[in-house]
């Protein structure tokens, strides 16, 4: 039985292209500043952004810990949605690593707006941290993929720039937003001082994210990469795959949007509760069907379909490129025969 794999976007392999332009990719030692494949790239995600720096790094994860790392000092308060990835995801480092505590927004979808922020500001007094950043989310992952618009995203980040915050946009998703919205990246990216965006995730490249900004933030970011053992030799090798993924894969998100919307339909037909979804993210209640998610996630297992437990009580399922159209059919059947 082949297994229908919608755990998450990330499970998708490099394409035959990425692999090839990997074999042939022209290196250097990058820490010297010598890889011609990944300053092309650097160069590539730095325009596509309206920025004027770009760096490749390891990860989502690290991409953002480095961008918070260049926006605060240890001590610092850092505003964040309660349901965000960097608060809920990434092992406590803006805490454990950066020394920021972190304030967390309650919103409705993960859409952040000024009256919020406006609300956690406490001004100064000799008690207080100092908040010196908020961070955005766009698609909003535990929100069920919510695209964000660039409107709603300027809106806060020039609200919280006037009140002296730096503002850093965590866009692992940023290019399924662009599609939902049918909008430019550099909408999004006008008024944050840094984005960070993974090649890894739906864009099927195998390893890696961007962070964009300007050209002394970008060398600041490189420091810290390299504090954080970031720092990398033929980086070309996985850069000419990202860079495979920027020019060409962004356009066919479109697709896992709509494989997306017919999983969500099969799902509500077969009873259960489902978010409407916006973008590739499917979040499904599992209350009044099952006790908890992991009895959830074995029941889809048995039929060969693959999805994860997603808070208390809630799956998830994720669309990519290596989920087609028969598959969504497939998965259509096999939900027919399960009891
Ligand atoms: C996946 C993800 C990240 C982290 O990316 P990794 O490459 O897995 O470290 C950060 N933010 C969001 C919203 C994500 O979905």
Not at 31 to 47: H, I, M, Q, R, S
Not at 159 to 173: C, F, I, S, T
Not at 292 to 320: Q, W
């Amino acid at each position: 039985m082949k297994i229908i794999d919608l755990r998450s976007d990330t499970v998708t392999h490099p394409t035959k292209e990425m692999r090839e332009t990997a074999m042939n990719a022209q290196v250097g030692d990058d820490v010297f500043g010598d890889d011609p494949t990944v300053n092309e790239l650097e160069t590539y995600a730095a325009k596509l952004s309206g920025k004027e720096s770009a760096l490749f790094v390891t990860s989502g994860t690290q991409g953002n810990l480095i961008s918070v790392l260049c926006h605060t000092t240890h001590g610092d308060e850092v505003l964040l949605e309660a349901d965000s990835h960097i608060y809920h995801y990434e092992v406590g480092g803006i805490s454990a690593i950066a020394g920021a505590i972190p304030k967390l927004i309650k919103t409705v979808n993960g859409e952040i707006t000024p009256e919020h922020v406006k609300n956690v500001l406490r001004g100064e007094n000799i008690h207080f941290p100092k908040t010196t950043l908020l961070c955005l989310e766009n698609t909003h992952n535990r929100h069920g993929g919510t695209a964000i618009s660039p409107e709603s995203t300027n809106k806060v980040a020039k609200y919280a720039k006037e009140q002296g915050l730096k503002v850093h946009l965590d866009g692992a998703r940023i290019f399924n937003a662009c599609i939902y919205h049918n909008t430019d990246l550099k909408e999004y990216t006008k008024n944050v001082d840094t984005i960070q965006f993974c090649l890894s995730k739906g864009l099927s490249a195998p390893i890696g994210s961007i962070i964009a900004s300007d050209k002394e933030t970008i060398d600041r970011a490189r420091k810290f990469r390299k504090m954080l053992g970031g720092g990398m030799r033929q980086v070309g090798i996985i850069a000419a795959p990202g860079l495979v993924a920027l020019k060409t894969m962004r356009d066919r998100l479109i697709e896992d949007h709509k494989n997306a919307q017919r999983i969500a339909t099969i799902l509500k037909e077969k009873g259960f509760e489902v978010i409407k979804p916006q973008t590739n993210i499917v979040v499904v209640s599992i209350i009044n069907k099952f006790e908890n998610p992991m009895k959830a996630v074995d029941y889809f297992e048995k039929a060969g379909i693959l999805c994860v437990p997603f808070g208390s009580d809630k799956i998830r399922f994720t669309t990519h490129r290596m989920i087609a159209e028969e598959d969504v059919t497939e998965f259509e059947r096999r939900l027919s025969s399960l009891h």
